[in-house]
């Protein structure tokens, strides 16, 4: 069986850009937009909350999850910062 959602590479490509990941921001009503496959221990995530989009990263442990976020950017600029996240450009 085949994965239905797109798999973050495992090679960054050249001049990749690192993201910033901080604590998740607390209260929002967060829609999530896509996502990546569930079948690796990190899970990514594009979301978007108070009319801004950002990225959720989800490190699936035993224990409990590790969740992290991006800052929130226009959602244009999410969206394309998910584009290149999903093509090894962005990590």
């Known amino acids: 069986m085949s994965c239905l959602s797109p798999h973050v590479p495992d090679r960054r490509q050249p001049g ?15 829609r999530v937009v896509a996502w990546t496959c569930d079948c690796l221990a990190m899970v990514y995530e594009l979301c978007q909350a108070g009319g801004q989009g950002f990225i959720r990263r989800t490190l699936q442990n035993e224990d409990s999850p590790e969740i992290r976020e991006t800052h929130r950017w226009p959602i244009p600029q999410a969206r394309d910062v998910w584009a290149a996240l999903l093509a090894g450009s962005a990590r």
């Open 16 to 30: 990749c850009k690192e993201l910033a990941w901080f604590e998740p921001s607390e209260g929002a009503r967060v």
